[in-house]
C-alpha cells in the first residue's frame, strides 16, 4: 500500500479510540457517532490488512498489530500537536524548551546548565526526571528536546540519537566541617574501615569507585547507598560520614564551610552529556545552549574523543 492509500483520518481516530480504550469515550471527544467511528476504523483495517482490535462486545483490546499502528500513530499525532504548539508559541514570541534529566544526575548541575534558558523571558521550560532509557524513547517519540545524562547512548538506525558532551567534573570526599576540617585523606588508600556514603551502583560514579578501592585492597565501611543526588547532599550535611559525589551536587555547603573538601582522585570523574534525536528541530534558546556548549562553555574536552582538544574550565570546583 501506498502512503497516498493511508487516510489519516481514519488512522486519527483509531487512535482517539485506542487512547480512551472506548469508542463511547472517543466519540463524545471527537463529537461524532459511534457508528460513524467504528465504521471508519474498519476501513482502515481493511486498508491495512488486518484487525486492529479484537472486540469482545463493547470491550476494546488492541491487537499485536494494534499496538505497532498505535505506537507510530502516536508519534504522528503528538508529533502534529508540537508543530501546532511551537507554531502557537512562534506568534507570541515563546520557546517551549522540554528537557528530560536521568534521576541520579546533580540537581545543582542541571539548573547550572539550564540557567541561560531560566533566564530567558521568552522561553517556558518543562524538566522532567527518570531513567535514561525511557527518556531516550520519549526523545524519539517527540516528546522531549533534550535529554541531559552522565553517559553517551550509542547511535544505531534504530534509535538515531547525537550524545554531545557537555565537560567532565572531579568526583570529590566531602564531610561535615566538625567532624572532617583539616584532615586530607589520600583516595583510596586512607578509605579502609572509614564510614562512607555513596552513590548506588545505578551511577557510573560508584562502579568508579568500587573499582578504584578494590585494585587498593582498601575496604571502607558503607553506611548508606543513594540513588538521588539530592538525597545524597542530605546524608553529606547531616551525617558525620564520608560522602562521594560531584562536588557541584552540594556547591551551597561548601561555600558556606557546611562541609568541606577531604580527599579527591583524578580516576573518579563524571561526565555530562546532551542527548538529541538526529535531524530533530531545535529551538532556537536550546539550539545557543549546545552550540555554546560545543564551543567550550564549560569544564573540559570529552575524555571519549581521543581528537577533541582540552577546554579550560569555564566553572569553578564547587560549581
Keep these: 500500500m501506498d502512503l497516498n492509500q493511508l487516510n489519516f483520518k481514519h488512522l486519527f481516530y483509531f487512535w482517539r479510540v485506542a487512547k480512551q480504550g472506548s469508542l463511547t469515550h472517543a466519540a463524545e471527544q471527537i463529537q461524532t457517532s459511534?457508528?460513524?467511528?467504528?465504521?471508519?476504523?474498519?476501513?482502515?483495517?481493511?486498508?491495512?490488512?488486518?484487525?486492529?482490535?479484537?472486540?469482545?462486545?463493547?470491550?476494546?483490546?488492541?491487537?499485536?498489530?494494534?499496538?505497532?499502528?498505535?505506537?507510530?500513530?502516536?508519534?504522528?499525532?503528538?508529533?502534529?500537536?508540537?508543530?501546532?504548539v511551537r507554531l502557537e508559541g512562534r506568534d507570541t514570541g515563546t520557546a517551549h524548551v522540554r528537557v528530560g534529566s536521568v534521576s541520579t544526575?546533580?540537581?545543582?548541575?542541571?539548573?547550572?546548565?539550564?540557567?541561560?534558558?531560566?533566564?530567558?523571558?521568552?522561553?517556558?521550560?518543562?524538566?522532567?526526571?527518570?531513567?535514561?532509557?525511557?527518556?531516550?524513547?520519549?526523545?524519539?517519540?517527540?516528546?522531549?528536546?533534550?535529554?541531559?545524562?552522565?553517559?553517551?547512548v550509542p547511535s544505531d538506525p534504530a534509535r538515531p540519537v547525537s550524545s554531545r558532551f557537555l565537560g567532565s567534573q572531579d568526583i570529590s570526599l566531602v564531610g561535615r566541617a566538625?567532624?572532617?576540617?583539616?584532615?586530607?585523606?589520600?583516595?583510596?588508600?586512607?578509605?579502609?574501615?572509614?564510614?562512607?556514603?555513596?552513590?548506588?551502583?545505578?551511577?557510573?560514579?560508584?562502579?568508579q569507585f568500587d573499582a578504584l578501592c578494590f585494585a587498593a585492597g582498601v575496604q571502607p565501611r558503607l553506611r548508606a547507598e543513594i540513588d538521588d543526588m539530592t538525597m545524597l547532599r542530605l546524608i553529606a550535611r547531616d551525617s558525620g560520614w564520608i560522602t562521594v559525589l560531584p562536588e557541584v551536587v552540594v556547591q551551597d555547603e561548601l561555600l558556606s564551610g557546611e562541609l568541606v573538601h577531604v580527599g579527591q582522585s583524578s580516576q573518579l570523574t563524571e561526565h555530562f552529556y546532551a542527548?538529541?534525536?538526529?535531524?530533530?528541530?531545535?529551538?532556537?534558546?536550546?539550539?545557543?545552549?549546545?552550540?555554546?556548549?560545543?564551543?567550550?562553555?564549560?569544564?573540559?574536552?570529552?575524555?571519549?574523543?581521543?581528537?577533541?582538544?582540552?577546554?579550560?574550565?569555564?566553572?569553578?570546583?564547587?560549581?
Excluded at 185 to 200: F, K, M
Excluded at 285 to 312: I, V
Design 34 to 84: 459511534q457508528s460513524a467511528l467504528s465504521t471508519q476504523i474498519r476501513q482502515l483495517e481493511t486498508r491495512l490488512g488486518t484487525p486492529l482490535f479484537d472486540r469482545q462486545g463493547r470491550q476494546l483490546t488492541l491487537t499485536a498489530t494494534g499496538r505497532q499502528v498505535f505506537a507510530y500513530a502516536e508519534s504522528i499525532f503528538e508529533l502534529g500537536e508540537e508543530m501546532l
Design 105 to 152: 544526575m546533580s540537581r545543582n548541575f542541571q539548573v547550572n546548565w539550564l540557567r541561560p534558558l531560566l533566564q530567558d523571558p521568552a522561553v517556558v521550560l518543562s524538566v522532567e526526571s527518570g531513567p535514561l532509557q525511557t527518556l531516550v524513547e520519549r526523545l524519539l517519540r517527540h516528546q522531549l528536546d533534550v535529554v541531559l545524562a552522565n553517559q553517551p
Design 178 to 207: 566538625d567532624h572532617w576540617a583539616g584532615i586530607a585523606l589520600r583516595v583510596p588508600e586512607d578509605l579502609d574501615a572509614v564510614d562512607t556514603a555513596l552513590p548506588s551502583a545505578r551511577h557510573g560514579v560508584r562502579l
Design 275 to 319: 542527548i538529541t534525536a538526529q535531524h530533530s528541530h531545535l529551538t532556537g534558546p536550546l539550539d545557543q545552549l549546545l552550540t555554546r556548549a560545543a564551543a567550550g562553555g564549560m569544564f573540559t574536552a570529552d575524555p571519549t574523543d581521543s581528537s577533541s582538544p582540552t577546554r579550560t574550565s569555564s566553572c569553578s570546583q564547587n560549581d
